[in-house]
């Protein structure tokens, strides 16, 4: 860990040597000395790391080598902002301070050398301790590291499977007693209970996606507890999968509407709530009132727990499952599955030797599937019988320290070695994610921003065509490979949509980030603030903890003070629905070293405070689902900046205003903006060569030439009005001729289509390699050929089109296109035929507002991989009879149509529709036909919906 620190505080001092050189007028010599000096004190390091453990003195060492390296850099930091902010002065005040630099000089100079006489000292102290320098190529974790971190790719899907080992009857037992209608066999409520790791929401994953379950029930809900829940997002979270097309209206709802919409719905439906990870009787106290006791119609609650205690508060009468502990032979069976997965592809393993020495390891598992998976983790990246001893050797280590204590303790040192085991960088990035709250799905996206601007993924890992956002990604890659994260793939993309933290890996990613003071978390959600220990809060503070993250609850904000060396700020609010209002008092003149701020969800009066603009040192700043008036033009000095987050929060429906100044901003990466955001006149992108991501380019914020000054993007999303033909010439040329980096790209293009001239250039817009998604918002003459689509598009959508004919015809025949939408009459004829063996990728297809549109044909064969349908056309009069042989559909949802056609999808008094035998095998199928811009109570919008009907609605959990 502290040769990351070091290594870091190395290539930051290249950069200030190399980007800073002016700002370092006077102390660049002693700046170059420091970096020598770090160079030696590096070669001894990968030996003190890792020897660590070996003793507390060895302990003690690193934690200081650790805080050498930070507080030279606070110094070199400090000296910039000075020299920095005295540039920006007026030449009096110039005057006035050249007086003092002399003192300044040699103030830095003699904090430099105490800084070097401290190194000497220590690198002393570990050569007469006996710890060695060790040089690059000798047991180098940095090149073993990146070595490893090219071959892997993101290409490996195995990476996120569960494997499912040993509990098949457990399953099996829940999914018959959910299902039975014996009522000498009922029981409302099923508990699976037993302790962390066990694998209890695996299984009631297996249980919720069974099909007899998802035949039996009419609606299903998944909400996760955990520790630090809320009722209100408990609450939120049940309704909200149980009539999921209301979303935007539950989201305003009080707590105690809430409970009686629940109540309602679980009176006129028979459905299926799981309570994941329940810790405490005080959660379900206060929920229980949206689950009556009687006069349902056989809806039932599953629930996970630690505690039995908790289920039986629940319910009296709840069955309790819990899952026995996996045997030898399982344990070594599942070990087999994770261990001897090789990266390429290969066939799995079978060395006796290997096996003689996996099964002795997995009896430190204690049958606990988690520490099995771990353990595999680490297994996995051992690929000679001589690694497999040399772990073998280490738990067998691990494990005598707990000895005598109970099993738990014996699994958390399994899962420590995992942690040992990781690559210096890759230990810092697996910390990192403490910062978010308990059972949060952290966005990938998101995730590697930060990761970049804290350090913690490094540029010597960048290949050569890389950005480094696919460096960030391949060290998710490698936590998801080593079991460290579990990870959510996004169907479409293929690439990582989140990843998130099972309980006992957070604790050990707490635990570990405490003992390194690497972050400090407190959280102040549900009134947990009075269990706040504001004097070990202020002592964290007082002892240069580094990263601060703060859990807001919906009472607004704590105390917080400042501290200058902070390099990292986060909040974190309850909801994403939700914004907490900024204190006035509150001010950012004391963080005088940050390089993130994180102020999402935050509420600010009118503007963002002009300090913000003199925390020059920042690299991501972000402003995502927060509202603000204004925002000040002193942001236009933060020159380091690499990523700038303006997505404002879209329920709040409040505009922000940007002032010109994003042209400042030279070393801005990553831009994020939606619609929401305004601007008094066409701002700037010159400048910005640095630029990689942008999202969202409208041509009411930015003039359309611009785009061609941004020649390093790799990722653009794009909304243009075309006002001229011109307009639309500019488009292609820049995707043709200077978005030679361009990877991943969205266009929506609003234009009519009509004449030949216009037809032509819509043909050479499908024709350009570089364009992935495109929406047409507008009139199409007619569709060009096949041909002419570039096989790069995976995205198509296509609105107020008004095609004569059939677009299938055309549409089917591109080989890569993983998502089709015909919405607002984007085809006017009455018939349209899916033919045998088309769209052979697609994933996603939605048919909405097609209002003539009346028989659809789907021929046997077509569209072999669909996954998603939405069906929302008013006239049609049938489900084709093809969905029934489309065996990867699992979710179909029916928006606007007939009554008719509802029916045929129905079951109704015990008759089935025409249709439903057609989608059968589809596990979820939702059904929403209430569609108005008519205001309602939600009481109406229920008897709308439900009043008298049975349907099958399911919103499977994610």
């Not at 996760?224 to 979303?247: A, M, N, Y």
């Not at 959660?283 to 039986?312: S, Y």
């Amino acid at each position: 860990m502290a040769e990351f620190v070091v290594s870091f505080v190395l290539e930051r001092l290249q950069g200030l040597a190399s980007e800073e050189a002016s700002l370092l007028h006077g102390v660049s010599s002693q700046v170059e000395q420091l970096r020598v000096e770090f160079q030696r004190m590096q070669c001894f390091l990968k030996d003190a790391d890792a020897r660590e453990s070996e003793s507390k003195t060895i302990h003690n060492w690193v934690v200081e080598i650790k805080e050498i390296a930070y507080d030279s850099e606070d110094i070199i930091e400090t000296y910039v902002i000075r020299v920095a902010s005295r540039s920006m002065q007026s030449f009096l005040k110039r005057c006035v301070c050249i007086l003092n630099e002399g003192k300044a000089l040699h103030k830095v100079g003699s904090e430099i050398q105490s800084i070097k006489t401290r190194i000497s000292q220590l690198t002393t102290s570990l050569q007469t301790y006996g710890i060695r320098a060790i040089t690059e190529g000798e047991g180098s974790s940095s090149s073993a590291y990146g070595r490893q971190q090219r071959v892997l790719r993101r290409s490996y899907s195995h990476v996120v499977e569960k494997d499912f080992v040993g509990l098949e009857e457990d399953v099996e037992e829940l999914v018959g007693l959910l299902v039975s209608e014996d009522k000498e066999n009922y029981y409302r409520t099923l508990s699976i209970c037993g302790m962390g790791g066990l694998g209890k929401t695996t299984i009631a994953q297996k249980v919720y996606n069974d099909q007899n379950v998802k035949r039996h029930f009419d609606g299903f809900a998944w909400v996760c507890v955990s520790q630090q829940w809320q009722t209100k997002d408990i609450l939120q979270g049940i309704l909200t999968k149980l009539i999921p097309h209301e979303r935007d209206r539950i989201v305003f709802m009080r707590e105690e509407d809430f409970v009686r919409m629940l109540v309602q719905v679980h009176q006129s439906r028979k459905c299926l709530v799981v309570l994941d990870d329940i810790w405490s009787e005080a959660a379900w106290d206060c929920i229980r009132h949206a689950f009556p006791t009687g006069g349902d119609m056989g809806g039932k609650i599953l629930i996970t727990t630690r505690n039995q205690e908790v289920a039986l508060h629940v319910d009296p009468h709840v069955y309790l499952h819990e899952p026995r502990l996996l045997t030898e032979d399982e344990s070594w069976e599942l070990l087999q599955k994770k261990a001897f997965t090789k990266p390429d592809g290969a066939e799995p393993r079978d060395d006796k030797n290997m096996e003689d020495l996996g099964r002795e390891m997995v009896k430190h598992c204690g049958g606990l599937p988690l520490a099995v998976i771990v353990l595999g983790g680490i297994l996995v990246t051992k690929q000679t019988l001589r690694d497999w001893e040399m772990v073998h050797r280490n738990i067998s280590s691990y494990i005598r320290k707990g000895k005598g204590m109970r099993q738990q303790h014996g699994v958390s040192q399994v899962l420590a070695l995992s942690y040992s085991d990781l690559p210096y960088q890759l230990k810092s990035c697996f910390l990192y994610l403490g910062n978010f709250p308990e059972d949060s799905e952290i966005e990938a996206d998101k995730l590697y921003p930060l990761w970049i601007a804290e350090g913690l993924v490094s540029l010597d890992d960048q290949a050569e065509g890389e950005t480094m956002m696919d460096v960030a990604e391949r060290c998710l890659v490698e936590l998801a490979y080593r079991y460290m994260v579990q990870v959510e793939v996004d169907e479409f993309s293929g690439r990582f949509k989140s990843c998130s933290l099972h309980d006992l890996m957070r604790d050990l990613c707490l635990l570990k980030g405490k003992e390194q003071n690497f972050l400090m978390v407190v959280d102040f959600r549900h009134g947990s603030e009075k269990l706040v220990d504001y004097s070990s809060y202020y002592s964290s503070l007082d002892s240069k903890v580094r990263r601060l993250a703060i859990h807001l609850g919906e009472d607004g904000f704590p105390k917080i003070r400042t501290a200058q060396h902070l390099r990292s700020l986060s909040f974190f609010v309850p909801s994403k629905y939700i914004c907490i209002p900024m204190p006035k008092n509150f001010h950012f003149k004391g963080f005088k070293v940050l390089r993130v701020l994180d102020l999402g969800g935050i509420q600010f009066s009118k503007k963002l405070a002009r300090a913000v603009g003199k925390l020059i040192h920042l690299r991501y700043l972000s402003l995502r689902n927060s509202g603000f008036r204004k925002l000040p033009s002193s942001i236009g000095n933060l020159g380091f900046l690499q990523t700038l987050d303006l997505r404002l929060h879209e329920q709040l429906g409040v505009s922000g205003t940007i002032p010109n100044v994003l042209w400042k901003m030279k070393s801005l990466r990553h831009l994020y903006l939606n619609d929401l955001v305004k601007t008094k006149e066409i701002l700037r992108l010159d400048g910005l060569s640095k630029l990689e991501l942008l999202e969202t380019f409208t041509t009411h914020l930015f003039d359309l030439k611009d785009l061609f000054m941004l020649t390093n993007l790799w990722k653009l999303n794009a909304r243009v009005q075309v006002e001229v033909l011109e307009d639309l010439v500019a488009i292609i040329n820049y995707l043709n001729i200077r978005a030679n980096r361009l990877q991943h790209s969205s266009f929506y293009i609003g234009y009519n289509f009509c004449s030949e001239e216009e037809v032509n250039l819509l043909r050479q817009l499908l024709e350009c390699r570089r364009l992935n998604a495109l929406h047409i918002g507008g009139v199409i003459g007619k569709l060009p050929e096949h041909h002419h689509f570039s096989p790069n598009l995976t995205m198509l959508e296509f609105s107020r089109s008004e095609l004569k004919e059939d677009p299938m015809a055309t549409l089917e025949k591109l080989p890569n296109l993983r998502r089709l939408a015909l919405g607002s009459n984007a085809f006017v004829g009455v018939k349209m035929v899916c033919s045998k063996l088309g769209f052979p990728q697609l994933k996603f297809l939605k048919l909405k507002e097609l209002s003539n549109l009346e028989e659809w044909m789907v021929d046997e064969g077509s569209m072999p991989n669909l996954s998603s349908l939405e069906i929302g056309c008013e006239r049609l009069k049938m489900v084709p009879d093809g969905l029934r042989f489309i065996s990867t559909l699992q979710e179909l949802k029916i928006s606007i149509s007939s009554e008719d056609f509802q029916r045929r999808l129905r079951v109704v008094h015990g008759e089935e529709g025409a249709d439903l035998y057609k989608v059968q095998h589809v596990p979820s199928i939702i059904f929403n036909p209430y569609h108005s811009s008519t205001s309602i109570s939600m009481e109406e919008v229920f008897r709308l919906i439900y009043g008298g009907r049975r349907s099958i609605t399911s919103s499977q959990h994610a």
